[in-house]
Nanobody, 118 residues
Framework: QVRLVESGGGLVEPGGSLSLSCAAS????????MGWYRQAPGKQRELVAG???????NYANSVKGRFTISRDVAKKTLYLQMKSLKPEDTAVYYC????????????WGQGTQVTVSS
């Protein structure tokens, strides 16, 4: 059983910074990719940033230059550093691990709220 737990969300003023963490537990060998997604009210869930097992990263255009995704393999933890936050970054942020077993399997965290407001 794989479990992902996000932390680090909260309320921040525009221009501020926040860091999110996603700690994994259970059998998570053969990680194919990891990513952060977000879902704002009334909108579809979207990819914010992703990182592959080799360390290649990709970002949504809206967050390039402001967000940084990273991972600590030994700690089984995924991170998202967010700076220069804007009100439009307000959303519930989810982490996802894709494992490569006999087939690809996706596991999601429960989500953490990020609110950017003055």
């Amino acid at each position: 059983q794989v479990r992902l737990v996000e932390s680090g969300g909260g309320l921040v003023e525009p221009g501020g910074s926040l860091s999110l963490s996603c700690a994994a537990s259970g059998s998570i060998a053969s990680i194919y990719a990891m990513g952060w997604y977000r879902q704002a009210p009334g909108k579809q869930r979207e990819l914010v940033a992703g990182i592959t097992s080799s360390g290649s990263t990709n970002y949504a255009n809206s967050v390039k230059g402001r967000f940084t995704i990273s991972r600590d393999v030994a700690k089984k933890t995924l991170y998202l550093q967010m700076k220069s936050l804007k009100p439009e970054d307000t959303a519930v942020y989810y982490c996802k691990f894709t494992l490569s077993r006999s087939r690809f399997e996706d596991y999601w965290g429960q989500g953490t709220q990020v609110t950017v407001s003055s």
